[in-house]
Structures are given as structure tokens and as C-alpha cells.
């Protein structure tokens, strides 16, 4: 039985700032955010887009009556969590209309949680094949103004819908996890911001890479040669260049620069985006698929998922026939495209607005073109908005 990935859908809020500006506000040099670190836009959320209005805004586009009523599973992936108790999937079913009789839960563990929760919606669905799940990775990187990690935010989600006959991609029952308690990047109960070892954690990431794809490639008797293009974990986009490179030398030259040329179009969205933690793997992903015009069907990708922690799985999905008719690539280059730019002024602004904690009623502004946001809050209690 085939399963896998049906639908995806993408949401980033509608502001941006621009990196050479916010390199040069920040006193260092606009090459090392743009090609240093690969970044040329960095998403900044307003305070009315939540991990659960932009999980909503990622699927509501791509979900039919139909699928919301065969939906029984529904896993936000987050480590921008708005509650330490009530799930954000829960919001999300009844924000969305998914059928009551689902399953609703969050998935935490840093960048992984997202595909934690894809493989438990993958082994869901091969339990119940008449159903669907639906996975949202949806977070908001914050490390603070000034900080080590600033260059490093973004915010926004990605959407995936898991079926039997998927019509984009099947999912390969060939993953590989590993798991090592390290402090490289956490976020303490009392802090809304990120603590980092920024260098640290790039080599963790890295050996943990190496650690996955040995076993990847012993467990499933594979080489790179059988992988048409591999996606990573893109914190900012060097570091999956950084990965890639480790991969190479296994390559013959003409696969080295073909492989270059997919992770080029892999890394496309989310040099525009910034990190959004779980999402920013499925983010590549997608940027791949869309961009991506001399893949074919049957070409497997391999996908490197990285949380800090330590979390890292190596997977594999193959590509279905005529997947890409099932892709939105204009919408997702228009959203992109008509975002708002903000100067660094009013980016630091945004960045600094906060919500009420001692249970004061608070109303929020009003955005336009959005489907989803937090009008408020009341008695400590979100309320959010839909427009149809
Ligand atoms: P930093 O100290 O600001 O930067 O830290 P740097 O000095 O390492 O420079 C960055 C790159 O820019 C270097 O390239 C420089 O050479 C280059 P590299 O040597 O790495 O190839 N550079 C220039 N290039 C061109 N022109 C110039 C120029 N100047 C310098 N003029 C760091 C960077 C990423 C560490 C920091 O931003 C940070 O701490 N970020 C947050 C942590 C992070 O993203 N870690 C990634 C791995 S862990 C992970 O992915 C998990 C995570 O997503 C969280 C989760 O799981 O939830 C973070």
C-alpha cells in the first residue's frame, strides 16, 4: 500500500526584512547574512499570526469538504507552543471544520516534531487506510533583537496531507533515527526567545548527519547514487550546503553538480522565509517540488531531519506520477512576493509588541488578506478569526 504526502500547503506572514539593511543596522558586513548564511529575507510574524493561525492559513487552501471529513488525525508539529497544556491542533480542527471524530495533538522536539508527527500520521493511515491525517508544522524562530541567532528567525508553516495513493509523493519505509541529550539550542518554560551555542550546534547537526546517513545507507543497502536529490533541515540555507558538501564526496562529478543544482532550487523559499523550525525541512521540500522542473516521477529524495537536542532522522519518499499538477507554485511565489517590507525600526517594533498576561481583555488590529488570525485575547483566552 502506498502512503504519503496527498497535499501540501504553506503560509508565511506578510512582512519581511531585508537582511542587507538588517546587517547593516546591525554593524556587519550584508555578505555574511546573504552569502555567509545564505539568507536575503527573514519572515516576521505580526502579533496577530500564532503557531495556530499560520497552521491554518498553511492548510485551509488545500483542503476540500471531503478531506476535512475524512481527517481523523490532526498533528501540529511546534516548539512555538501557546499553551503548555491544550494542544494548538485542537484550535486548528475547529478553526478548519475537521470532522469531530479525530485525534488531536501536538508534536514537540524542537525542529523534529514535524516529522515525528508525519511518520505517526503515515503509520496511522497504514492502520486505517480509509482515513487521512493531517500534519502541520508551524513555529515562529525567535532568538532576539541584537542576538547571536537574530539573523536566524522566520516564521511560517507547512501543511501536509497523509493518504494511501498519495498524489505527490510516497513516503519509504526506510527511515533512520538517532537520538543524544545534548545543549546546543532549548527554550526554557520562562523564556520566549531561543538559547543557543550557535557553533555547536552547526556540528552537532553535522555529526549527527553523519551518524543517520551511514545507517541510512547500511539498513537499506542504498549509495547516494540512488537519492535523484536530498532536502535538509534549513536553520539558514549554508547550513544544508554545509550538509550537502559532507555528502559529496560519495558522488561522481556529474551527480555532484546535479545534486548542487537540486539543493539550489531546494533552498529557494527559505532563503526568502528564514527558519521556521519544523517546518523549514518540508519549507525545502516544497521549494524543491516547485522549482524544481528536472525531477521526474520515481526520483527519490532523501530528507535529513535535524532538531536540537538531539533529534536527527534520515528518510527517503518517492516522487508519484504527474505530481506536479498537484502543486501550487504561483500561489506560493505571489504570497512571497506581495509581503510587506519593514525597515528594521518597524521590524524591532513588531518583534517587541507583546500580548496581555494578567488576563486583561486586549483587541488586536485587523490584517488584511489574511484567513486566520488572533483578534485578542479575553480572561487569559485566545480569540481568533476566520474569513471565509
Ligand atoms: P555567527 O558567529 O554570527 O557567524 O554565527 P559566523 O562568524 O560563523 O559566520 C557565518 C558565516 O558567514 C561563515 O561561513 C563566515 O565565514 C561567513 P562558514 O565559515 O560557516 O561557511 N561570513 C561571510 N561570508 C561572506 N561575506 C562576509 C562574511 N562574513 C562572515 N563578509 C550562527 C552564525 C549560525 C552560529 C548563528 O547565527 C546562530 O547561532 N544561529 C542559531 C543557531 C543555528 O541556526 N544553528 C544551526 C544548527 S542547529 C539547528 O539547525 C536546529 C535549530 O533549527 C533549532 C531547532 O532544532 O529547533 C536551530
Not at 38 to 52: C, E, F, L, T, W
Not at 123 to 143: F, G, M, Q, W
Amino acid at each position: 500500500m502506498e502512503i504519503g504526502i496527498d497535499k501540501i500547503g504553506f503560509y508565511t506572514p506578510s512582512y519581511y526584512v531585508d537582511m542587507a539593511e538588517l546587517a547593516e543596522a546591525r554593524g556587519v558586513e550584508p555578505g555574511k547574512f546573504l552569502q555567509g548564511l545564505g539568507q536575503s529575507k527573514m519572515a516576521v510574524p505580526p502579533i496577530s499570526q500564532d503557531p495556530v493561525t499560520m497552521a491554518c492559513n498553511a492548510a485551509q487552501d488545500i483542503l476540500t469538504d471531503e478531506d476535512k471529513m475524512a481527517i481523523d488525525y490532526v498533528i501540529v508539529g511546534t516548539e512555538s507552543g501557546i499553551d503548555q497544556s491544550k494542544a494548538a491542533a485542537i484550535y486548528v480542527h475547529d478553526l478548519l471544520d475537521i470532522n469531530p471524530y479525530a485525534r488531536c495533538i501536538e508534536m514537540k522536539e524542537a525542529c523534529y516534531g514535524a516529522t515525528a508527527g508525519l511518520q505517526s500520521a503515515v503509520n496511522h493511515v497504514a492502520r486505517h487506510p480509509e482515513s487521512k491525517a493531517l500534519v502541520i508544522a508551524s513555529d515562529i524562530a525567535r532568538y532576539g533583537l541584537e542576538s547571536s541567532g537574530e539573523s536566524t528567525q522566520g516564521a511560517g508553516a507547512v501543511a501536509l496531507l497523509i493518504t494511501t495513493n498519495p498524489r505527490i509523493a510516497q513516503i519509504n519505509d526506510d527511515a533512520v533515527y538517532y537520538t543524544g541529550d545534548i545543549m546546543d539550542f532549548w527554550r526554557p518554560n520562562y523564556s520566549d526567545t531561543a538559547k543557543v551555542d550557535g557553533h555547536y550546534s552547526t556540528v552537532k547537526y553535522l555529526d549527527y548527519l553523519d551518524k543517520v546517513w551511514q545507517a541510512f545507507k547500511e539498513k537499506n543497502q542504498l549509495a547516494l547514487e540512488d537519492l535523484q536529490a536530498v532536502c535538509f533541515h534549513l536553520p539558514y540555507t549554508k547550513m544544508g550546503l554545509k550538509a550537502l558538501r559532507q555528502l559529496l564526496p560519495e558522488a561522481t562529478d556529474d551527480q555532484a553538480e546535479s545534486l548542487q543544482a537540486h539543493f539550489e532550487n531546494s533552498r529557494y523559499y527559505n532563503r526568502y522565509v528564514g527558519n521556521i523550525y519544523t517546518g523549514s525541512l518540508y519549507l525545502s521540500l516544497l521549494s524543491l517540488l516547485d522549482q524544481d522542473s528536472q525531477l521526474q516521477a520515481g526520483d527519490r529524495i532523501g530528507l535529513y531531519s535535524y532538531g536540537s537536542g538531539a533529534v536527527a532522522e534520515f528518510y527517503s519518499l518517492t516522487l508519484m506520477p504527474g505530481y506536479q499538477d498537484h502543486l501550487a507554485k504561483a500561489d506560493h511565489e505571489a504570497m512571497l512576493a506581495n509581503r510587506n517590507r519593514l525597515s528594521v525600526a518597524d521590524y524591532e517594533t513588531m518583534f517587541s509588541q507583546t500580548l496581555n498576561v494578567d488576563g486583561s481583555k486586549q483587541e488586536l488590529a485587523a490584517e488584511a488578506d489574511v484567513a486566520f488570525q488572533l483578534v485578542g485575547l479575553d480572561q487569559h483566552k485566545r480569540l481568533y478569526s476566520r474569513r471565509q
